[in-house]
């Protein structure tokens, strides 16, 4: 039996905005929802097979949160599975669900309204470890990710005007978006100039939040033909999971990312992926991490001279978020994986891409037109 091909044939979004006062985050999954589904001519209650969800309880400020999932995608009565984490995991579980041939058609979303959260450091800390980092009573939330910022420059050798030209020409990417409200023409010296925040993180270092919600559509080949002329091949999938508390593991490297990569470049058969992607769509909560993400999936050797030199930059030979990233588009929470994975269908041109979210799991996605 030939292997089940899985194409990505539609996705709708609500939002991007720092705050989206006038609809519900149902209200707004309900609008990416149709969206996405007007695109191929879908009806949910008859052509979708199953639904995943991609929420936190602790974001939604609501327990069992899972429940307030199929109303808004139209999945009442039918299949509905719920994955705490990354939208890009839960396009990872369909993919899955649709290879064993149980299911032909599957939507998936994720959403983020960070606007209604009224105690966002809180939360942060809430799930830091327990034991080890907690009680340490960090002055910001945002000093761990401070901590690794260091570690990785040390290890990459980077200084701080190199994150400076990855912010500038990342701010100045989302200027050519219309999902990305805090893009800008920031000048590396204008970003050297700022106070630092936590050193060495400034305030251009950290994606400000946005509420947004997405919908994608998921087929099996012979159902995405049907659906699509022009459907978005997924031919990679990797993911793995790191320590939580960060005195465990080493700071200055991203070894899941690493592990998920080499899984989804495997599957796709890329010998030299640097090479073999046009690409790449990283995790931008903060700066550091979308070179981290870079380097650890070995698309570059020396990260020092194709940041320098433009290679990653929206005309250099490797691209890195070339329509901003989440510090253009903002920090949808859970939803900004597959915000990521949006801007790479939009802009596959003949050659693949490879789609990446860093954390405790990291996830890759390797796509292809």
Request: contains cysteine; glycine residues 8%.
């Given at each position: 039996m030939?292997?089940?091909?899985?194409?990505?044939?539609?996705?709708?979004f609500?939002?991007?905005?720092?705050?989206?006062p006038?609809?519900?985050?149902?209200?707004?999954?309900?609008e990416?929802?149709?969206?996405?589904?007007?695109k191929?001519?879908l009806?949910p209650r008859t052509?979708?097979?199953?639904?995943?969800?991609?929420?936190e309880d602790f974001w939604?400020?609501?327990?069992i949160?899972?429940?307030?999932a199929p109303?808004q995608?139209?999945?009442a009565l039918?299949?509905?599975f719920?994955?705490?984490g990354?939208?890009?995991?839960?396009?990872i579980?369909?993919?899955?669900?649709?290879?064993?041939g149980?299911?032909d058609v599957?939507a998936?979303?994720?959403?983020?309204k960070?606007?209604e959260?009224?105690s966002y450091?809180?939360?942060?800390r809430m799930a830091q470890?327990p034991?080890y980092?907690r009680?340490?009573a960090?002055?910001?939330?945002?000093?761990v990710k401070?901590?690794?910022?260091r570690?990785?420059?040390k290890?990459?050798?980077?200084?701080?005007?190199?994150?400076?030209?990855?912010?500038?020409?990342?701010?100045?990417?989302?200027l050519?978006?219309?999902r990305?409200?805090?893009?800008?023409?920031?000048?590396?010296?204008?970003y050297l100039s700022?106070?630092e925040?936590v050193?060495?993180?400034s305030h251009s270092d950290?994606?400000?939040?946005?509420?947004?919600?997405?919908?994608f559509?998921l087929a099996s080949e012979?159902?995405a033909?049907e659906l699509?002329?022009?459907?978005?091949?997924i031919?990679?999938v990797?993911?793995a999971?790191d320590?939580?508390?960060?005195?465990?593991?080493e700071l200055?490297?991203?070894?899941?990312t690493?592990n998920?990569?080499?899984?989804?470049?495997?599957?796709?058969g890329?010998?030299?992926?640097?090479k073999?992607?046009?690409?790449?769509?990283?995790?931008?909560?903060?700066?550091?991490?979308?070179?981290m993400?870079?380097?650890s999936m070995?698309l570059?050797?020396d990260l020092?001279?194709?940041?320098r030199?433009?290679?990653?930059?929206?005309?250099g030979s490797?691209?890195v978020?070339r329509?901003?990233g989440?510090?253009?588009?903002?920090?949808?929470?859970?939803?900004?994986?597959?915000?990521?994975l949006?801007?790479?269908?939009d802009?596959?041109?003949g050659?693949g891409?490879?789609v990446?979210?860093m954390?405790?799991t990291?996830?890759v996605l390797?796509?292809r037109p």
């Amino acid at each position: 039996m030939d292997p089940i091909r899985v194409g990505i044939v539609s996705y709708g979004f609500s939002g991007f905005s720092p705050s989206v006062p006038s609809k519900s985050f149902r209200e707004m999954v309900f609008e990416a929802a149709s969206k996405a589904y007007a695109k191929v001519g879908l009806n949910p209650r008859t052509d979708v097979d199953a639904f995943v969800s991609c929420k936190e309880d602790f974001w939604e400020g609501i327990s069992i949160t899972d429940e307030f999932a199929p109303d808004q995608l139209g999945g009442a009565l039918k299949p509905v599975f719920t994955v705490t984490g990354d939208g890009l995991l839960g396009i990872i579980n369909a993919y899955m669900m649709i290879k064993t041939g149980a299911f032909d058609v599957i939507a998936v979303e994720a959403h983020g309204k960070p606007s209604e959260v009224m105690s966002y450091g809180d939360i942060e800390r809430m799930a830091q470890d327990p034991i080890y980092l907690r009680p340490l009573a960090f002055p910001s939330y945002h000093t761990v990710k401070a901590l690794e910022a260091r570690a990785f420059m040390k290890y990459s050798n980077l200084t701080r005007e190199d994150l400076g030209i990855y912010v500038s020409q990342s701010k100045r990417n989302g200027l050519l978006s219309n999902r990305a409200p805090h893009a800008s023409s920031l000048t590396v010296d204008s970003y050297l100039s700022e106070r630092e925040l936590v050193g060495p993180l400034s305030h251009s270092d950290l994606a400000p939040r946005s509420d947004a919600a997405l919908v994608f559509v998921l087929a099996s080949e012979g159902r995405a033909r049907e659906l699509t002329d022009s459907p978005t091949w997924i031919t990679g999938v990797g993911w793995a999971t790191d320590y939580h508390t960060p005195s465990y593991r080493e700071l200055g490297r991203d070894i899941a990312t690493k592990n998920a990569s080499e899984m989804a470049f495997r599957q796709a058969g890329l010998g030299d992926p640097g090479k073999q992607l046009a690409f790449v769509e990283a995790d931008e909560r903060y700066s550091f991490m979308a070179l981290m993400e870079v380097s650890s999936m070995g698309l570059v050797k020396d990260l020092r001279q194709p940041l320098r030199s433009g290679d990653l930059s929206r005309d250099g030979s490797l691209p890195v978020n070339r329509r901003g990233g989440a510090l253009s588009e903002g920090l949808p929470l859970e939803a900004h994986g597959l915000a990521r994975l949006a801007s790479a269908c939009d802009l596959l041109d003949g050659t693949g891409a490879v789609v990446s979210n860093m954390g405790n799991t990291s996830a890759v996605l390797v796509v292809r037109p």
